[in-house]
Every structure is written in structure tokens, then in C-alpha cells.
């Protein structure tokens, strides 16, 4: 008999699969609460509420999703198979820009937390070492992953734990000793933005809620997932969404605010806890904590190591992403299959690994060219103004995101109405019931609201991004023409959807993740809806 064919290991378990979710979107707060204040000022927690709302939508759509179909792709999958190849390949292609992003993003202010306790890193070779010490990050955990996931599952538990304690300290004694009620008052009325910072500090907000999905990229290497997903995303959701808004009304209460202006004499709306350096932005919270009265000496010598390394398992976690999403899409004929190849040895997708994690080097080289080189930096400013490298990866990181999320809750939408069968372990509240082709079924009306929100961020990003709307759409196009290229090549479909038989395809996705009740309930209702057509005919 010949050798079977390799596939992912299932090893994740339930604070494993909490770990990938928090490891990823626990670490955004790191880099996402900077940004925002730079942008949103005396609105920085109304920015982040109304991100914050838009992100429950999005983690109960992904919760439902990723429990109901309990496979390797998450989003991109959910996509394609409720609206279509196209679609699925356009969400995919998204979240693959996200995840690459992601690896970048994360490895560039890892070192940005460094720089705290390591002077090197701000001296006079401060740009070609953060470089180097970023692209060996990116490099290591490449080699990381494919290795294995069980590593780094283990490696993502202890660090979450050990960050859900100090972020839960920092914010009991912020507010305990520094936090001042009248203060917030003021700063939001003496301080409250134009309505286009407000959309640029909205949209820069989101990307302090993603990494949600990450949960769902590892559904296939999770341990009986629709019991254990459901559990851990609606913790993750309520724990970011807890650490976001606290911290925001932390930072507005604690410190008086005023505007200062970077070397260029271009408006920076930071906090004056924060020197008058644009490099600052990318470790906002141990600044941050260093300031809170008796812990702050404390807080200065571990909280930026231990950002650090949060930051260095959620660039990991783009990593896991990325190649997981590679993977799914090359099984569905939507990428090359050289994509699917899983290492014999690890049983990790290898090629995939190796594939995004290269693209992220190409971003952080993109990113730290106006710091290499100052002096064509007048180049990249005639394009991109006069953003820093942090900014580019924040831009593109946003856009990918909202993309792909708005992509979401339309797939939600349509299984819903399409695939009426399927056992719902978890379900979003608040459905409206109807009838279609026959079958009861039960529209979301919380999806609605979140694609509303959602697209709104889009809007606003492509708005008030100018590195967004210009590098994020490029990437969408440039993938779409070699999707029609790859897609012309195999004889298939470009416009349409290749064939599936998606009750057989549902019956083995239960098989394999070990959900054998769901199974029989989702045969019992195919059979019953059948009987139900025969009887119509009949009739």
C-alpha cells in the first residue's frame, strides 16, 4: 500500500487554543494603543470603543464559524465556501497580508520594547541593528514552525499567562494610584480631535482586535473543536476587549496631554509621558506603566521584556497563521498545491512557512528604508508623506484586516441561509427567523450591524491612510491576476466556483475533528430534509 499522505498533527489544546488567540491579539495593544493616541487624542477611548464593538461582532461571527466548521483556514474557508472560489481567494489573499504583516509588525516593536532596556538598540546604529535584530526574529521563527506547533503552543501558554497577570496589575494599580476621573473629563473636552484624526484613530484602533481568527486557523489541529472554540473565543473577547478599554481611559486619566511636533515640525498628538520621538509610539504601554506611582520602577525593568516576548509569540502567531492559510487554500485549487506540501518529518506545511515568512521580509524592507536611508527618504515621502515604517505596517495591517472581516460577516450570512443543516454549537443572538428553499433557518441581524462597522473602518482607512489605499489594494490585484493565471492553467473556473460536494466534505470535517455527535446530528437533519423534498414531490 503506499505511504499515506502527511497531515497536521492535533495537538493544540483548550489554554493551548486561548494561547494562539491571545498571543496574537493580546500583544496589539502593545502597538495599537501609541498609534491611537497619536491620532485619536482626547477621543483615543471612544476610538477604541467603537472598534471594540465592531470587534465583538467580528469574534462571535468567527466563533460561530470556526465551531460549526472546524478546519484549517478559517475566514478564507468560511468565505469560500458561502460566497464562492473568488471570494474566498480575494478573503484569503487579505488575511495573508494581515498574517505577514503580523510577523513584521510584531518583530519590529519587539525590539521598539527592547530598546528600553538596551541602549544599543537606540544609538547611533539604532536602524541597521533594529534591522538586523528584527530580520533574525522573523528567520528563527520561521525555523520555529516548521519544526513544530506543539512547541510553539507551549511557548505561547506560558507567556499569555504570565501577560494576562501584568496587564491585569498595571491596570489595577494605574487606577488605583494614578488614574484621575476629572482628568479624562478634561483631556476629552480640551483635547477632542478633528473628525479626521478620529477616523484615523478608529481605523488604527481595529488592529488592536486582530488576531481573533488565529483560534480558528488551528481549529484543524485542535483538540475536539467545536466544544473547546467556543469557550476560549468568547473568554478572548471579553479579556481584549476588558484590556483596550482600560487601558485607553487609563492613559487619557493619568497624564495631561498636550500637542507636541516631531523633528520636522509635522503635528504629533502624543502624551507627555512620551518624548518628542516618533520611535515611542511602538512601546506605548511600558511608558506607560512606568509611570504609575510605587510600581513604575518595578514596571520600567520588566514590563518592556516581557512586551517583548508577547510580541515576539504574536509575530509567531503570524507565522502559524499564514502558512495555515496558505495550506487551506492550496487544498481548495485556489493557490498552487506545492503550498499544501506538509514536511514528512514535522508534519508542519514547510514550503508555506518559508513562502510568507519571505514576504514579510520584503515588508520590513520596505518598511525600513527611510530609516536606512535618510537620505532618499524624500522619495518615499513624495508617495507616502511623511510616514515612518511603523506607519506603513500599521496602514497595511488595518486594510487587510477590514477587508477580510467585512468578507466574513457576508459568508456568515450566506451559510446561514445556504447551509441551514449544519449543527450550530454556538450561535450569534439575535436572529431573525425565515424560510429558504424550504428549510427554516435564522438570519443574523448582529452580522449586519458588524459588516456596518466594519466597512465603515474600511472607509476610514482607505480615507486617511495613504499607504493603505495604495500598497493594500496593489497586493489584492497583484494576487487576483496570478489567481486568474493558476486559475486558467488547472482548467478551472475564474469567475465561478469549482464543484464540491460540501455535505460529504462537512461529514468529514466532524469525522476528522473527533465531533462524532454533530456528525450523526448533521446526517439525521440531510436525511430528514430529503424525506421532506421526496414527500413535496410527491405530493
Known sequence: MPASKPELRRSVTPWGSFSWGYSDVGADIFVGLGLVLAAAAGATNVAFLFAGIVYVCIGLAYTELAATYPVAGGGQYFVLRGLGDIFGFIAGWAVLLDFTIDVTLFAWTCVDYLSQLIPAFTGSLH????FGVTLGLIVGLALLN???????????????????????LILCLGFLFA???ELLLHTMHVSWPSPYHLMLGTSLAIISFVGLESISQAAQETQRPASIIPRTSISLILTILIFALAYSNLALGMQPWHP???AAGHP????QIFPNNGDNQGKAVALLAAQIPYFGAIAALYVPLLGAVLLLISSNSGVFGSSRIAYAMSRS??????????????RTPAVSIAAFCGVAILELLFAS???????????????????TGLD????LYAFGAATSYSFVFLALIALRLNDPLSPRKFKIPFNLPIMVKGERAEFPLVAVIGFLGILSILVFTLFTHPIGRIAGPSWLVLGLIAYVIYRRRRNLPVLGSQKRNWRAQQVEILRDAGELELMDEYVANVKASDARKTAALQR
Open 369 to 387: 528604508f527611510p530609516s536606512l536611508y535618510p537620505s532618499a527618504m524624500s522619495i518615499y515621502a513624495h508617495f507616502f508623506r511623511h510616514e
Open 179 to 181: 488614574f484621575r476621573p
Open 268 to 271: 504629533m498628538q502624543f502624551w
Open 146 to 168: 516548521v519544526v513544530g506547533v506543539r512547541e510553539s503552543t507551549a511557548f505561547n501558554g506560558v507567556v499569555s499567562a504570565l501577560d494576562v497577570v501584568s496587564e491585569s
Open 392 to 395: 506603513f505596517l500599521a496602514d
Open 127 to 130: 536602524p541597521w541593528v533594529h
Open 333 to 346: 485549487n485556489l493557490l498552487p498545491s506545492l503550498f499544501q506540501r506538509v514536511h514528512p518529518k514535522f
Open 260 to 262: 507636541i511636533h516631531d
